[in-house]
């Protein structure tokens, strides 16, 4: 059996070699429990762990379903579960801004039964899914991506110095209750 073009013993032994057999097999339990059939499970758990040498491992998944439907006898298109697509119902909103969607993708990378439904817009499902897929991924999402959404150090001092608890106010409330019940016993 091929795994999206690959001999299934062929990608055992890479995920096994870069170290994302544990990862592989969380998601692909996830699927399992979602309802996805076993081999499909497998098939969609592994699109998320591509070689590194592919330049384009979402491309290669559609060929080779549309490839799989042709040999099945189904029209193009037709397959309800494709790796990385879901219907567009499956998401909160038809998009939103680039800065909600890293600060979402930053929040939800580590929580394993996240799903299409609770992401606040499919570019920020898609941008995890692709977060995910790779350890090179995710370590250029966080130097790449997250970090452009930081605040320099100049804007963090200048919000701290503009940040006010009301320490000061409280402060001068209780001072002036003191005059206050001074001038009432005078």
Not at 75 to 97: L, M
Not at 111 to 126: L, M, T
Not at 154 to 167: L, T, V, Y
Request: with cysteine.
């Amino acid at each position: 059996m091929d795994v999206l073009g690959e001999p299934k013993a062929k990608f055992k032994v890479r995920v096994t070699h870069e170290g994302n057999v544990a990862r592989f097999e969380k998601v692909k339990k996830g699927l399992v429990q979602r309802g996805v059939p076993g081999d499909e499970a497998y098939e969609e758990a592994a699109a998320r762990f591509p070689p590194h040498d592919d330049p384009d491992p979402v491309g290669r998944a559609r060929a080779l379903r549309r490839s799989e439907d042709r040999k099945a006898g189904k029209q193009a298109g037709s397959s309800p579960h494709v790796p990385g697509q879901h219907p567009a119902s499956a998401f909160k909103a038809k998009n939103s801004d680039p800065v909600s969607v890293v600060r979402w993708v930053a929040a939800n990378l580590a929580i394993s039964d996240v799903r299409p439904c609770d992401a606040i817009s499919s570019e920020a499902w898609r941008m995890r899914e692709w977060a995910l897929s790779s350890r090179a991924n995710e370590g250029e999402f966080w130097r790449q991506i997250y970090s452009k959404i930081m605040p320099s150090r100049a804007e963090i001092d200048d919000s701290a110095a503009r940040h006010d608890d009301g320490g000061d106010l409280l402060e001068l409330h209780d001072r002036l209750l003191k005059l206050q019940s001074e001038a009432e016993a005078a």
